[in-house]
Structure formats: C-alpha cells, structure tokens
C-alpha cells in the first residue's frame, strides 16, 4: 500500500523543481554567461565572471569572510560548550528554562537586537558611557572588525548550544557510570568519553554556526561599518547597486561550493569520529 | 478441501530479486489453529502477510472461503490481524482502539458500546476503557490489541509472534489464554512463532519453514515424532544429528558401529542423516554400551541433566536423569526405534 | 561546591550577552526622548505613537499576514509532501531529499537572489505575491524536515493495522497518520511561521514597491536611527511571544502531571 502514498510526494517534486532547482540553474546560468546575452538567440558563454572573481580584491574578501566566520564560529564554539555542558548537569526541573532562556531571544527580530548592539558600542553609547563614569577613557568600539565578530558570536551563538546541548542529554548515563566504574578521573571522563561522544553535536554546532556567518551581510554592514566588507556585501551591492548579475551569480556560485565543501568535510570528519571514536 | 477456509496454491514472492517464498501449497481448515514455524527470514510472516493482504504474491493464488482474494485490498477481507507489536493508536484511548473497527462500519453508538464492553470484560480489561495506551503493561496491551482484532467478528484471526514481547511467564500464561479462546470463539487462528515449544503446545497443525519452502507440515506429535529431514529434526526439539550410511534396509552404520532401525527403502550405501533425540540416549555404566564415552559437561536442568559425551569423535547431547560427573566413562545405548533415517538434504 | 558557583556565574554572563541589547531594547522603548544611549526620562509616547505610524503599521501588517499564510501553506504542502517522501525509496527518495535541503544549507542571500531571478525571468509583478511565495518556498523543506522523522518513528505496522480493521488508506491516513504525527506537524507550523516573521534577507530581494516587513523598515531606519516606536513594538511582540510560551509550558507540564497521576494508579 505504500506504493500508492508516494504520489503524494509528486506535486511537490513538481515545486522543488520550479522553486529550488530551476532558480539554481538560473544563478549558475547567469554565472557563466555575459552580461550582453538577452535571450536564448543572444546567449554568450564565459568563464570571465569566475575569472574576474579570481583577483587580489575579490579574493581578500573571500578569505576574510571566511577569516572572521572561523573565528566566530571559533569563539562561538569555546564560549558555547561549557554552556551547553552546565545546562546538561543542570537538574531537570531547571534545564528546560535555560534552554528557553538561550532560545528566546532569537524570537526578538535579529536586526533589531543587531541594531541595539549599536545602541550599546557606540561612542557615545552606553558602555563608553560607564567607562566614563569609572573614568575609564573612551574606547572605539563600534564600526571595527571586533564588533563584527561579536554581532555574528551574538546572533549564532545559540546555535551552537543547543546541539551541543542535544548530544551531552542524548549520552547514555550508563556510559558515564561505566567510566567512573573503570577508575577514571573527572577529567580523564570528560576527555575520553564525554568529549568524543558529544562530536556530533559539535560538528552541528560548527556548520550551523559558520555557515551563516560566512555568507551574512547586515552584520558587518551594522557593526563594521565599512572596515569589513564580507562576500555577502558584495553580492548583495552587485545585485542591489550594481546590477551586475552576472559577477553576483558567480560569486554566489562560490559561496555555495564553500559551503557544501566545508559541509562534507565536516561531516567526514564526523563520520571518522563516530568510527574511531576509540582512537581518542 | 471442502471445508478449507483458507487455500495458498503455488505462492511465489520475491524482494528485490530475492526468493522469499518458493512455490508454497498449503490449505487450513476452518476452526483449525495452524501454527507457522521456523527461524527469522524463513518466509513465515510473509506468508501471513500475503493472507492478510499485506502483500501481493508474483505467482499464485489465495483463496478465503474458496473465493479469490488475490487483488482485494486489506481493509476489504473479512479478516484481522494481530501485529508484532500490536501496532495500537498511540493516541486512541483502550476504548477508541477497540472501537476502530466498529466505527469504520458506522455501527450506532449503543452497538458498538455493547461489544466493546464485552472484550473488556472477556479480556479481564473493565474499567481500562479510558486509559491510555502508554499507561498499560506489555500484557494488557496484547490482550488489546487481540480484543481489537477479534470485536469484529472475523473469520480468520492471523496473528504474527504476538507473544514475542512478552517474558515467560506471561507467555505461557497466554498461550494458555489464547488456545482455550480460540476453542471458546470457535475461529481459526493461523499463528506465526519462532518458538517451537509454543508451537508444539498450542496448534492443531504445525507447518514448518525454512528458506521459503515448507519443510514439513503435520500435528504437533508428528512433527515431534517422525520429522521428515534434519532441519526439522533439529529445528524442533533439540537433536543429535549424525552422518550415517545404510548397509542394508534395517541397518545403518553410524561412527563406525552398525545400528539396528526401523528404515528401509534407501539404496544400499546412501548416506544419510541419522536424528537421535537427546532424551532417548540411555547411560550405562563403562563397557556396557553400544558406544563408549567421557562425559565432557554436566549441567543441572531440573527434570533432568544436560550432558555432553564425547563417544567416537562425536559429541552427544544427553538428557537423563541419571548422572555420571565429568571425567568419567560411560556407556551409551539406545533401541531402533531411537534412531530416525533421513534422506541428506540438500 | 565552587564548581557550582562558578557555573552560576558563567551561565550568568552568557545570559547577561544574550539579553542585554533586549533589555536596552525594551528600556529605550519607555525614553522620552528619541536618542539612543541617553536616558531622559519615562514615556509612554512611543507606544501611543504607534497606532499612529502608518509605515510601521503597514509593515506589521505585512509581516504577521505573511507569516500566518506561509505557516497555513506550508504545514499543508510540507505534510502531503513529507508523507509521500516517506513512502519512497532509495535513490528518488534521496534526491528529492538533498533538493529539498538546498534552501536549507544555502546561504539566505543564495536563496534569495535565486528567486529574485527567477521572478524577473517570468516577468512577476515585485510584491506581495513575491515576496509570500519566496517565504512558502524556504519554510516547506523545514516543515518537512519536522515531519519525516516522526513518520520514520511510527510503527511501520499502523497504517496496515488501521486498513487490517477495514479503514481505507485515506482514512487510516485522517484518522491514523495525521494523528500520530501531529507534534512534528506543530512543530513545523511554529517553524514557517518563525522563520517568516524573522526573514530579513530572501524578503530583501522579493519584496516589491510598497509592500515591506518590518525587518526591511528596521534595515532602511537602521543607518539613520531606528524610530523607538520600533522598539515599542518589538517590545510588545516579545512580551505576547512570552506570555504565549509560558502559557503552552505550564499547559504541557499540567498534562504531564495528570498522566503521572494517572500512571501511579496503575
């Protein structure tokens, strides 16, 4: 009988192909022809948009996203485990509000608690405000790089918590108790057992995390001002301002490869992990 | 045939390619309690599948009542099936699930009352109907999952391992229950188990499978009693299994020593598989035995004790109440009629 | 001990980094004055304004009709979908998973521009249709992501068991399936919806003259400063989104405890 209920699939294999597949092929279309090209009679192939991408400036760009979006997902990753960790010792009565708490603000619209940060690094906002009060001198903080890694660590962070979170609570008690029973130390628990365990969630956190980072725009746009220009400003200047849709497909054609690559590399590596979980 | 309730003719099934059942025959009878044996993957449960309608056959034809039923739907034959595990609607009440049948056939609210109530009540379950059914044990579940089935008066009742999530002693608390339901109901139950002693307790008719085929088909004492190949032998009840030759008709060489039996018809020479029950090898002292052995194992079992002995390079199981501690020589015998010839399989 | 403490402190600044823009936030909402960063006094101005500011009016409107359609489609085009995903096998069913998952590991602005294009392709009017199919198009690989493995945990026996006590497939799906896996549908239905109010970037690029949400108005004001009303509203949102949580938890938790009772009885 589960032949028949498979139809119910097919309208939707008709959407994803117009809504998902087709406007993809149209990005790569547009990547790798000319800006000149009108019509299927007009059409002009060119690899010049990937071309062009590959110069000292757009390249900067790229390895600077990707710069900031490691170390964001870096800190993102050291400040969020032991998050994860205390909420999964937490007595069950209590966790499910921490959980609450670390979701909620992800119901607040994400510019606007990017736009408060604002409100809260600027020169005259108010954590200069209570240097002054300490007589602490002014610091610039708003409109650097710092600032933007901060607002990228502040928006996704949470991401990184809660898988975290779901792999600590998912561990089998049994486990644990097993390694006390074996004679090891706290430590030594956490760094053989815990540790390896909790992999996957990490990994989850990791791509959840850098993956937005690497590709977002208001961000940098908020609080860096225009120290850093990150590949996801350019595309959208290209198509906003520019309206060169050539070039902005063809970077987003290399956003897109990033980070499917980076995906699979991570998901190899987790993979690996669960294999030889022992080697640890 | 006439009174055949259910009729399998050439029953083929593939997945992927694969043969999961090979030309399989068989018919029950009505009011019959016919029990499907054999290990995991030997077909059984697809073969319940098919009669249930679960499953179609690439080749052949199934009969309910001498009509064919072969491209009826499920929710069309006038059958019903109690499933591994159970398969109740988690978000029904006892009552609900009980009651799903009944709505389905827009019977009045007081109709339908009435016979739920009377399954409650026949499976021990009043005053249940409101639960939930995350809230009831692995028995009473079973029992639901039975009363949901049989409130709709079927025919046939198919039921696959219904037991098997139950421990022992509910088990053979229910096996009691059900056979004693089935004789009450006066339904034929088509039953389906690994468990050869379930088997041999409760059916009128045991069929067992291997790899697709039907093996042997007959009353539990047969089976028990004259098994036609090893894999029966072995599969019921616990057997030595021994490689023989037959001298002459009556007379079989196994070890090298020459055993009376009761077989004949086989070619001179032909070997075959000799079947010797573990409880019909008697102890003698050291030097009386038809074969001489070292007790390698002894393991206290109640009734009676286990025994490997080791007797010309083969290991025997023993059963017997006597016991001779390990270490120790011994002599085994055993009479013709313990010794059963089977033709090698394939 | 100490460890404890220290856990206390280190959840506590986690905390103090998550909340503090929302509480200057919301506390700016209540300045008399329109600067940020200084406080002049109490006010309740903002959010009489509120019902008085057209754009931010408009925009809320925008956004909540958007969110509410785009939560009711999706959770209906995400469940079909999902139940016959589930049906398939192998490599088709594969495929159309990784498809399906595009939108998802895409990066937003990707998605967005992807759509963009493809409106201008087939000469769409920009706009309210744009920008809700845009949103419809990114919540349904979510709601089916929320459904499939509830689908995958149910009993691979209870469609037949239904059909085996006469049910048709249809109705074994009304009252089996749908029952069964109703969370992940609830799930997936708080997720679109989430997801739609929230969107900034794929609405970025869809929307069309005159139709905004009020992520697009919060990004316009933002280089020149946020009118506090904004900071009323979202206060407000927060506040209902709150109340609402804590509503569904203390329901959850009273279900919980009778079903224990319950449970102690057997």
Not at chain 2, 137 to 165: F, Y
Request: proline share 4%.
């Amino acid at each position: 009988m589960k032949d028949r209920t498979k139809y119910f699939a097919y309208p939707y294999v008709v959407w994803i192909i117009i809504f998902i597949a087709l406007p993809m092929f149209l990005v790569l279309l547009y990547s790798v022809t000319t800006k000149e090209s009108n019509g299927l009679t007009t059409i002009h192939f060119t690899w010049e948009n990937f071309r062009s991408f590959f110069q000292p400036i757009y390249l900067n760009i790229l390895w600077d996203s990707i710069y900031l979006a490691a170390v964001s997902t870096a800190i993102c990753l050291v400040l969020g485990y032991p998050a994860a960790y205390i909420i999964s010792k937490t007595h069950e009565s209590k966790r499910n509000t921490l959980l609450f708490l670390c979701i909620l603000p992800m119901w607040m619209n994400m510019l606007l608690r990017t736009y408060a940060w604002m409100t809260i690094l600027g020169n005259n906002g108010i954590l200069n405000n209570i240097f002054a009060f300490l007589g602490l001198p002014k610091v610039n903080m708003l409109y650097t790089r710092g600032a933007t890694i901060m607002g990228m660590v502040y928006n996704f962070i949470p991401f990184m918590i809660l898988p975290i979170y779901t792999a600590l609570s998912k561990m089998d008690k049994a486990v644990l108790e097993a390694a006390d029973d074996l004679g090891a130390n706290k430590r030594t628990k956490f760094i053989k057992v815990i540790l390896p365990l909790s992999m996957p969630g990490v990994i989850s956190g990791i791509i959840m995390v850098f993956m937005p980072a690497v590709s977002t725009f208001i961000i940098p746009q908020l609080l860096g001002g225009n120290k850093s220009m990150m590949i996801g400003n350019l595309v959208e200047k290209l198509f906003i301002l520019n309206g060169d849709w050539n070039f902005g497909s063809a970077i987003s054609i290399v956003m897109m490869v990033i980070i499917l690559l980076s995906m699979s590399i991570m998901n190899k590596f987790d993979v690996d992990k669960e294999g030889g979980a022992r080697l640890w | 045939m006439d009174n055949a309730i259910i009729q399998l003719n050439h029953i083929t099934k593939k997945f992927d390619g694969e043969i999961v059942l090979d030309d399989i025959t068989l018919s029950v009878k009505e009011n019959e309690f016919v029990t499907f044996l054999g290990p995991s993957g030997c077909g059984k449960t697809t073969t319940l599948r098919i009669i249930g309608g679960f499953e179609r056959p690439d080749e052949g034809e199934v009969y309910f009542d001498g009509q064919l039923i072969n491209d009826i739907p499920p929710f069309k034959r006038q059958l019903n099936t109690v499933f591994q595990k159970y398969a109740l609607f988690p978000h029904l009440n006892v009552y609900e699930n009980i009651a799903f049948g009944l709505r389905i056939k827009k019977m009045d609210e007081k109709t339908i009352s009435a016979k739920v109530e009377r399954m409650l009540e026949l499976f021990n379950l009043k005053n249940y109907g409101k639960r939930r059914i995350d809230q009831l044990s692995g028995g009473q579940q079973q029992r639901i999952a039975i009363a949901r089935a049989l409130v709709n008066e079927p025919k046939v009742l198919l039921l696959d391992e219904p037991l098997g999530a139950l421990d022992l002693k509910l088990r053979k608390e229910m096996q009691h229950e059900l056979k004693a339901m089935q004789k009450q109901l006066g339904i034929t139950f088509i039953y389906v188990t690994h468990d050869q002693e379930e088997a041999l307790t409760m059916s009128d008719t045991i069929v067992v499978m291997n790899e697709g085929i039907i093996q042997q088909m007959g009353s539990p004492i047969d089976i028990y009693n004259e098994p036609e190949n090893a894999f029966v032998a072995d599969f019921i009840g616990e057997s030595n299994i021994l490689d023989g030759v037959m001298i002459d008709d009556y007379l079989v060489e196994i070890l090298g020593k020459k055993f009376e039996c009761l077989d004949s018809g086989f070619g001179r020479g032909e070997e075959v598989d000799v079947v010797i029950r573990p409880e019909d090898l008697d102890l003698t002292p050291a030097g009386e035995g038809k074969l001489e052995g070292i007790v390698k194992s002894v393991i206290f079992k109640g009734v009676h004790y286990e025994m490997d002995i080791e007797a010309n390079g083969y290991e025997f199981l023993v059963h017997s109440t006597d016991m001779a501690p390990v270490g120790t020589s011994v002599g085994l015998t055993l009479t013709p009629d313990d010794i059963h010839i089977m033709k090698k399989g394939d | 001990m100490v460890r404890k403490y220290l856990s206390k402190i280190y959840m506590g600044i986690i905390f103090i980094f998550l909340y503090a823009p929302i509480v200057v936030l919301a506390v700016f909402s209540f300045n008399e004055s329109k600067s940020r960063g200084h406080w002049t006094g109490f006010s309740l101005k903002w959010y009489i304004e509120l019902f008085h500011d057209q754009d931010i009016r408009m925009a809320f409107y925008y956004t909540i009709t958007i969110a509410i359609i785009t939560a009711i489609v999706s959770t209906i085009l995400g469940t079909i979908a999902a139940i016959g995903i589930n049906a398939m096998k192998g490599r088709q069913k594969a495929l159309i998973l990784n498809v399906n998952y595009l939108p998802v590991v895409n990066p937003d602005i990707v998605t967005g521009i992807s759509l963009m294009i493809l409106y201008i392709s087939f000469n769409m009017d920009f706009g309210f249709n744009t920008m809700l199919l845009s949103h419809i198009v990114f919540s349904i690989p979510y709601v089916i992501l929320s459904i499939l493995p509830k689908l995958k945990q149910l009993d691979v026996h209870m469609t037949e068991a239904a059909m085996d006590l006469g049910a048709t497939p249809m109705y074994a799906l009304r009252k089996v399936i749908i029952p069964e896996i109703k969370p992940g549908i609830i799930t997936g239905f708080l997720m679109a919806f989430t997801l739609s109010i929230d969107d900034f970037i794929i609405s970025y690029f869809t929307k069309g003259e005159g139709v905004t949400n009020l992520s697009i108005i919060i990004y316009s004001m933002a280089r020149r400063g946020v009118r506090p009303t904004i900071n009323a509203l979202s206060t407000i949102m927060l506040i209902v989104v709150l109340l609402l949580m804590i509503l569904i938890n203390k329901r959850a938790n009273g279900h919980d405890k009778s079903k224990n009772i319950n449970r102690s009885e057997v």
